[in-house]
């Protein structure tokens, strides 16, 4: 796996990049950059306004999500129309001004569908944000200057640490319970499989904490309930949103996820103070799947997950697991989140424009219309709206970053 997505011509590494062959919540709408700017600003605020501020995305692709960020931070005007934003709750984050920002509407209390260019970000912002994105690919040719590019962590950020479906594509190592015990699942370059050797003692010790059989057979486990993924809403490409692998009711596979827990324990020590988030598609541990999650991606379909560099090989990320990783490295409590919990608490929801729009501004009415129809996309529980975000502060709490989010105890 580290080899196909990885390796001299590895699928992250050569080609157009991800976002040819899949749609995240990046690539989705330009809600989420909008978002992720209020989420900035209250972290500059919880940091005292810090002479340089960071923000650090790891797994970037080709900088999809800090182009945008890029667009915001700088005050560029936005477009109009409505965006499906919703007026923050009392103690939320202040009202985004950004590609995706509105204005109150007189008429309904909600923001206006109707033209409104926002007002650019405080100029304070503008002047000392620091873009930098993480990705063993290439520079890409068209990058503006303003984002830096490496192929590994910096260390000593003050600021925000961003991985967006990164720990999906963290290599690990699949097993199999067999009547012996858990025995790795190898897998070749065209895919087939075979049984190996007993797992390590380190590897049967994160299985028997984070992915618990209740029977020798692995009967009891939970389904997950994973079916194909559906087509992304206006796009030709799939959301990686499930995993699209049948569920046999007694065989049972796990993903061990140490080297997922390790990396994200490793990005969150790179944080001097700020926050970590990850975004992902993921599972606790009383609802693990009964037969893993292992799939792949290529040109717009899921396909059989085929390590051979041709396509993505992922899987879902245990997230109780790596944010209890995390939360050692920090020492602070985290939050767990739905995405669809999350965009809301930012301001966004998807809510349809008022009918009385399309009599007064049909234009504007369609625009508010596609707008609400991008902000449902991310939303949806049955898709991208189920991905989970976990907020990791250093040095700072959940309550001064996320008013209204309640930090979560570390489970097991």
């Given at each position: 796996?580290?080899?196909?997505?990885?390796?001299?011509?590895?699928?992250?590494?050569?080609?157009?990049?991800?976002?040819?062959?899949?749609?995240?919540?990046?690539?989705?709408?330009?809600?989420?950059?909008?978002?992720?700017?209020?989420?900035?600003?209250?972290?500059?605020?919880?940091?005292?306004?810090?002479?340089?501020?960071?923000?650090?995305?790891?797994?970037?692709?080709?900088?999809?999500?800090?182009?945008?960020?890029?667009?915001?931070?700088?005050?560029?005007?936005?477009?109009?129309?409505?965006?499906?934003?919703?007026?923050?709750?009392?103690?939320?984050?202040?009202?985004?001004?950004?590609?995706?920002?509105?204005?109150?509407?007189?008429?309904?209390?909600?923001?206006?569908?109707?033209?409104?260019?926002?007002?650019?970000?405080?100029?304070?912002?503008?002047?000392?944000?620091?873009?930098?994105?993480?990705?063993?690919?290439?520079?890409?040719?068209?990058?503006?200057?303003?984002?830096?590019?490496?192929?590994?962590?910096?260390?000593?950020?003050?600021?925000?640490?961003?991985?967006?479906?990164?720990?999906?594509?963290?290599?690990?190592?699949?097993?199999?319970?067999?009547?012996?015990?858990?025995?790795?699942?190898?897998?070749?370059p065209t895919g087939e499989e075979s049984?190996?050797?007993?797992?390590?003692?380190?590897?049967?010790?994160?299985?028997?904490?984070?992915?618990?059989?209740?029977?020798?057979?692995?009967?009891?486990?939970t389904g997950s309930g994973f079916q194909?993924?559906?087509?992304?809403?206006?796009?030709?490409?799939?959301?990686?949103?499930?995993?699209?692998?049948?569920?046999?009711?007694?065989?049972?596979?796990?993903?061990?996820?140490?080297?997922?827990?390790?990396?994200?324990?490793?990005?969150?020590?790179?944080?001097?103070?700020?926050?970590?988030?990850?975004?992902?598609?993921?599972?606790?541990?009383?609802?693990?799947?009964?037969?893993?999650?292992?799939?792949?991606?290529?040109?717009?379909?899921?396909?059989?997950?085929?390590?051979?560099?041709?396509?993505?090989?992922?899987?879902?990320?245990?997230?109780?697991?790596?944010?209890?990783?995390?939360?050692?490295?920090?020492?602070?409590?985290?939050?767990?989140?739905?995405?669809?919990?999350?965009?809301?608490?930012?301001?966004?929801?998807?809510?349809?424009?008022?009918?009385?729009?399309?009599?007064?501004?049909?234009?504007?009415?369609?625009?508010?219309?596609?707008?609400?129809?991008?902000?449902?996309?991310?939303?949806?529980?049955?898709?991208?709206?189920?991905?989970?975000?976990?907020?990791?502060?250093?040095?700072?709490?959940?309550?001064?970053?996320?008013?209204?989010?309640?930090?979560?105890?570390?489970?097991?």
């Amino acid at each position: 796996m580290e080899r196909a997505l990885y390796g001299p011509g590895g699928f992250f590494v050569s080609g157009a990049g991800p976002a040819a062959h899949f749609r995240t919540s990046v690539h989705a709408s330009p809600v989420l950059s909008s978002c992720l700017l209020g989420l900035l600003n209250s972290l500059d605020r919880a940091l005292g306004h810090p002479p340089r501020l960071d923000v650090v995305d790891v797994g970037a692709g080709r900088a999809e999500l800090l182009r945008a960020l890029l667009v915001g931070v700088s005050g560029e005007p936005a477009h109009s129309g409505r965006s499906g934003l919703i007026p923050p709750r009392a103690g939320s984050p202040e009202t985004l001004t950004t590609t995706a920002a509105v204005r109150p509407s007189p008429a309904s209390g909600l923001r206006s569908a109707g033209p409104s260019p926002a007002a650019p970000l405080p100029l304070p912002l503008a002047g000392r944000v620091r873009l930098t994105a993480v990705e063993k690919a290439p520079r890409p040719e068209d990058l503006p200057a303003e984002i830096d590019w490496l192929d590994e962590i910096p260390d000593g950020i003050t600021g925000l640490l961003l991985a967006t479906e990164w720990l999906d594509n963290v290599p690990l190592d699949l097993a199999l319970h067999t009547p012996e015990g858990w025995r790795y699942l190898l897998v070749d370059p065209t895919g087939e499989e075979s049984v190996g050797d007993l797992v390590t003692a380190a590897d049967t010790d994160w299985l028997d904490r984070w992915w618990p059989l209740t029977g020798s057979d692995g009967a009891g486990l939970t389904g997950s309930g994973f079916q194909a993924a559906r087509p992304a809403e206006g796009s030709s490409l799939t959301a990686r949103s499930r995993s699209g692998r049948p569920e046999p009711p007694t065989a049972s596979r796990a993903e061990i996820g140490r080297t997922r827990d390790k990396a994200w324990a490793d990005a969150v020590q790179r944080i001097e103070k700020g926050c970590a988030l990850a975004v992902d598609y993921g599972h606790l541990r009383d609802g693990r799947p009964v037969d893993g999650t292992l799939t792949g991606y290529r040109g717009g379909r899921q396909v059989p997950p085929v390590p051979d560099g041709s396509g993505d090989v992922t899987a879902h990320v245990a997230m109780d697991s790596v944010a209890s990783a995390g939360e050692r490295v920090a020492g602070c409590a985290y939050t767990l989140v739905t995405q669809r919990e999350g965009l809301r608490a930012l301001g966004a929801d998807g809510g349809r424009p008022p009918l009385s729009l399309a009599a007064q501004d049909p234009a504007g009415y369609v625009r508010a219309l596609a707008a609400a129809s991008a902000v449902a996309e991310l939303t949806d529980p049955a898709g991208l709206g189920g991905h989970w975000w976990l907020l990791q502060p250093v040095g700072v709490s959940v309550a001064q970053v996320m008013p209204g989010w309640d930090p979560c105890a570390c489970p097991g």
